[in-house]
């Protein structure tokens, strides 16, 4: 019969009970307990090999080195091999990162206009030589991060935007405009971009995405979202002024309605009649069909007692440009945001002058106007009808936007 004898462990703690009791004279008399003995024989690891055997099965594990391993060699994406050809989904590699990168597993991406003019090859600035995956409204999780990344960890979920990178030294920069950098990194234009399910983006403009957030509903906010947000910060109108919104009911200008409206502006929506009950339902407190009056500067001063703070040109054209820096408020401030192809517009030198009105363009926003756009939307103060659709989708999405038949944002599935 083997003898029964106490593990170290429990050996110490007997001591430690028996100095405490009568029976050792301690000062707690009488709160001496049983002891229990380790029934097993024990004995300390006999050999070298043992001991490591034993550390390898407890060792820590690392959270990145498993993500690593989880991570394939190939995934799917939507490629094209030339401008306005096949959109062709296939298997292509994982990307590789450098050392401040970050890898998204994309779970979400929402489609932009944007996109569908780099496809078609008809966006004037120079893009990387094809194939190129597009896309720029990613959401997902980071399953990789590079050796000098220290804003993301493992398992954080993570945004891929229009900017994909920025140099951060030049003077656009060092003044807090990275989308103006002269080294502008753009996703699906001159990197790859989120119609993959494996993505690299610049940690340092990748955007953190608030936990409890929905990743399907909130991909266009990366892009739409923080354009329409940040335009209406250059527009500087205050609270209890008005702003007025043309294109109002579309994509860009639903979620500007809401935006305006959660920054405490009173909102003049300029859109076809149809889009009246719409622009009104997400809160416009004025609507205006321009198709239904002859004189549409006008019909705007009068409406708004002067004409609004501030224009929002969210409508793909000219002339609706043209007009708003027109019935703006003397003081006022016109801001372009959409891109009508080869559009030109003129203006009225003198009265511009004499007015003091400023136009200005607005191109996305910051790192800080991303935080803050998103800020909007977990606290519920925005939100965009989405269309969830599987990635193979994407060629009839790009039609259906040709033929102005989208209705609110479309998010592709990637793993769908």
Same mark, same amino acid.
């Given at each position: 019969m083997a003898t029964t004898r106490l593990h170290p462990l429990l050996s110490i703690w007997r001591t430690n009970r028996l100095i405490g009791s009568n029976r050792l004279g301690g000062a707690n008399r009488g709160r001496g307990g049983p002891v229990v003995a380790y029934k097993t024989p024990w004995r300390p690891f006999s050999t070298s090999s043992q001991l490591q055997f034993k550390q390898a099965r407890f060792r820590r594990v690392d959270p990145q080195e498993v993500m690593a391993q989880t991570v394939p060699a190939t995934q799917k994406a939507a490629v094209f091999d030339e401008f306005g050809g096949k959109l062709d989904i296939r298997e292509i590699p994982v990307p590789e990162i450098g050392p *401040?990168?970050?890898?998204?597993?994309?779970?979400?991406?929402? @489609?932009?206009?944007?996109?569908?003019?780099?496809?078609? !090859?008809?966006?004037?600035?120079?893009?990387?030589?094809?194939?190129?995956?597009?896309?720029?409204?990613?959401?997902? @999780?980071v399953v990789k991060a590079g050796s000098n990344v220290t804003n993301f960890k493992i398992g954080d979920r993570a945004g891929i935007k229009w900017i994909n990178g920025s140099c951060l030294c030049c003077e656009q920069c060092k003044r807090g405009s990275e989308p103006t950098c002269d080294k502008i990194v753009l996703s699906g234009f001159t990197r790859d971009g989120s119609?993959?399910?494996?993505?690299?983006?610049?940690?340092?403009?990748?955007?953190?995405?608030? *936990?409890?957030? *929905?990743?399907?509903? @909130?991909?266009?906010?990366?892009?739409? !979202?923080?354009?329409?947000?940040?335009?209406?910060?250059?527009?500087n109108v205050k609270a209890g002024e008005i702003v007025a919104i043309t294109g109002a009911g579309g994509g860009l200008g639903s979620l500007c309605i809401q935006y305006a409206k959660a920054m405490g502006m009173i909102v003049l929506a300029i859109d076809a009649?149809?889009?009246?009950?719409?622009?009104?339902?997400?809160?416009?407190?004025?609507?205006?069909?321009?198709?239904?009056?002859?004189?549409?500067v006008s019909a705007v001063q009068l409406l708004t007692e002067g004409g609004p703070h501030g224009v929002i040109n969210v409508a793909t054209a000219a002339r609706a440009m043209e007009e708003s820096a027109k019935y703006v408020r003397t003081r006022g401030t016109v801001v372009l945001v959409a891109l009508p192809r080869d559009a030109k517009i003129t203006l009225d030198v003198f009265f511009t002058v004499v007015r003091a009105i400023t136009v200005k363009g607005s191109y996305v926003g910051t790192r800080q106007d991303t935080d803050e756009a998103l800020g909007f939307f977990a606290r519920g103060q925005v939100k965009i009808p989405t269309e969830v659709v599987p990635l193979s989708e994407l060629p009839a999405i790009y039609d259906r936007m040709q033929k102005y038949q989208i209705n609110g944002r479309v998010v592709l599935d990637l793993w769908k």
């Open positions: *401040d990168d970050i890898l998204v597993k994309v779970q979400y991406s929402g @489609v932009c206009h944007t996109d569908l003019h780099v496809w078609l !090859g008809d966006f004037p600035l120079q893009t990387k030589a094809p194939p190129i995956v597009g896309g720029h409204e990613g959401a997902g @999780v119609f993959q399910q494996y993505a690299a983006v610049k940690a340092t403009e990748a955007a953190p995405i608030p *936990d409890g957030v *929905d990743l399907a509903n @909130v991909a266009p906010i990366l892009c739409a !979202g923080v354009t329409v947000y940040k335009a209406l910060k250059e527009s009649g149809n889009k009246e009950e719409h622009c009104k339902s997400l809160g416009a407190d004025l609507f205006i069909d321009p198709f239904k009056t002859n004189d549409l």
